[in-house]
């Protein structure tokens, strides 16, 4: 912890628990995440700052915001690193901080944290679905390291200041790039487990018997949980469809096609 500081540890921590609870309070079209921010930094802002420069400061910080909210505490850490070294001085620069951070932390956490969890989450539920207890365990400790992870940012980039971002990029679009990858390879190798369907549509013709599913088994196994998460998937990219009516229509789908025998 840095000397002759103004700002103590337990000032970093009040503004961590805000942000870890508060930082999509009063979330709006118009500024988005702008009150969380200020929410967040009012503990640091009512101590370096006193009179006209503390509502100053209030409403310059009640601008528009949005970033992850996962990589948040780092550019709330490097923002009270520069206001406690400059004061009042460095609003301009705190301003360039957050424009320029904030559009780029939140793509990369954004993607990267909601990955993981979706990855992970899948795989939890997988547990879950055939009796494995691991499953709640594991979605436990994914939760609780996403949080451990997130708490300890606002320190770190306090100590490292703005030095913290420099040459950070390009470690982030690597760790980005190879989670994407991982994503996508461990989603692939859990359609055919998780989606369990089959046609059940079997074509008779006084002796013989023609079983669909057989045949479309020769031509790739699990061919139609394949088929049906690539029409979801394509559909998702259609203008006015929403997951949720996909939700709705995969149920009664699914139970029309398991009424007239097509699908089991």
């Known amino acids: ?7 103590t540890k337990q000032d970093l921590t009040k503004v961590n ?10 979330w709006n079209y118009e500024k988005m995440q702008a009150q969380g921010y200020l929410f967040s930094m009012i503990p640091i802002l009512t101590k370096l700052y006193k009179g006209e420069n503390l509502k100053e400061m ?11 909210p996962h990589l948040g505490g780092l550019i709330l850490g490097a923002d009270i690193a520069m206001e406690e070294k400059e004061g009042y001085q460095a609003k301009e620069a705190v301003a360039a901080i957050k424009a320029g951070l904030m559009g780029s932390f939140g793509g990369i956490g954004d993607s990267l944290f909601i990955l993981v969890t979706t990855i992970l989450g899948s795989i939890a539920a997988y547990m879950g679905i055939n009796g494995n207890p691991f499953g709640i365990i594991l979605w436990t400790v994914v939760n609780l390291g996403i949080i451990g992870l997130r708490w300890g940012f606002i320190y770190m980039a306090y100590e490292k200041g703005t030095t913290l971002f420099s040459g950070m990029s390009k470690k982030l679009d690597a760790l980005t ?5 991982l994503g996508v390879t461990v989603i692939g190798a859990l359609v055919p ?4 369907t089959k046609l059940l549509y079997v074509y008779k013709e006084q002796d013989v018997e023609i079983v669909l599913q057989s045949i479309l088994d020769q031509i790739m196994p699990s061919i139609v949980p394949v088929a049906i998460v690539a029409t979801i998937y394509v559909l998702l990219g259609k203008k006015g469809i929403t997951s949720t009516k996909i939700i709705i229509g995969v149920i009664v789908l699914s139970i029309v096609a398991f009424k007239f025998n097509i699908l089991g």
């Open 1 to 7: 912890m840095k000397t002759n500081k103004i700002i």
């Open 17 to 26: 628990v805000r942000w870890l609870f508060g930082s999509q309070i009063c």
């Open 58 to 68: 209030l409403r310059y910080h009640n601008q528009f915001y949005n970033t992850s």
């Open 177 to 181: 790039d190879a989670a994407t990858i």
């Open 193 to 196: 487990t998780v989606v369990r």
